[in-house]
């Protein structure tokens, strides 16, 4: 099955900082997304990549879908507490095909940890 | 607008019971996803329901079903319970299409014990 493989797993950073993790697949996505959970709670979406070679911004998140469309990377500017959480990938395969594994393939999780 | 909403969200079983678990979609969705975490295997997906149909099935054994109502509302059931089922479940909503952006709720624990 599609496996994605997610760097680091885990990150201890100072505040202000910036950070940065990527996603690589053995398998193309159509589309590239980007989630934070906090504890008990689910993921909330952080950015989404349609187009290959596609940047994005969402204050002061970056994110790129990778141009051979197997790989995304996610930076994080001037880190403040609030950042902490385990952030994930996920890669949405080109189209439903039916009957097979067809959600999201999700990386194993950075967790982001800031000390002030 | 309202998000995705999941019931209960927190649930306590013993092995060999079953248990029922409950999501609402985002008002419009059409389809509605669940998918299993556990701090081993990470998030992995169960099944996908879209217009009362299951159109997509992960790698889970049949004692994992699924339903959805007329209203995009679904359910999912787990019989015969084992302790390693004890997990987050999460549902996330959709309006269907293959490159739609997967909305999720906060999640049911459940603990078998």
């Known amino acids: 099955g599609q496996q994605l493989n997610q760097s680091p797993q885990s990150m201890f950073i100072q505040e202000g900082e910036d950070v940065s993790m990527n996603c690589t697949s053995s398998?193309?996505?159509?589309?590239w997304l980007w989630y934070k959970q906090d504890p008990g709670e689910g993921p909330v979406l952080l950015i989404a990549?349609?187009?290959?070679?596609e940047l994005t911004s969402n204050g002061r998140l970056t994110a790129q879908f990778g141009i051979t469309r197997k790989d995304s990377f996610l930076n994080i500017s001037a880190s403040i507490p609030s950042d902490v959480g385990i952030y994930f990938c996920?890669?949405?395969?080109?189209?439903?095909?039916?009957?097979?594994?067809?959600?999201?393939?999700f990386g194993k999780g950075t967790h982001l940890i800031i000390q002030p | 607008k309202a998000g995705v909403t999941q019931t209960p969200r927190y649930l306590i079983k013993t092995r060999g019971q079953q248990v029922t678990l409950s999501c609402s979609p985002i008002s419009g969705h059409r389809s509605v996803s669940w998918y299993q975490q556990t701090p081993g295997q990470g998030l992995q997906f169960l099944f996908e329901y879209f217009s009362e149909t299951q159109r997509n099935k992960g790698n889970f054994p049949g004692r994992f079903s699924g339903r959805q109502f007329s209203n995009s509302r679904s359910e999912m059931n787990v019989s015969t319970l084992e302790l390693g089922d004890s997990a987050l479940y999460l549902c996330a909503s959709s309006f269907g299409s293959s490159d739609d952006t997967q909305y999720f709720g906060p999640g049911t624990r459940l603990t078998v014990l």
């Open positions: 990549l349609y187009k290959a070679g």
């Open positions: 996920a890669g949405q395969p080109s189209s439903y095909s039916g009957g097979g594994a067809d959600g999201l393939t």
């Open positions: 398998s193309i996505f159509n589309t």
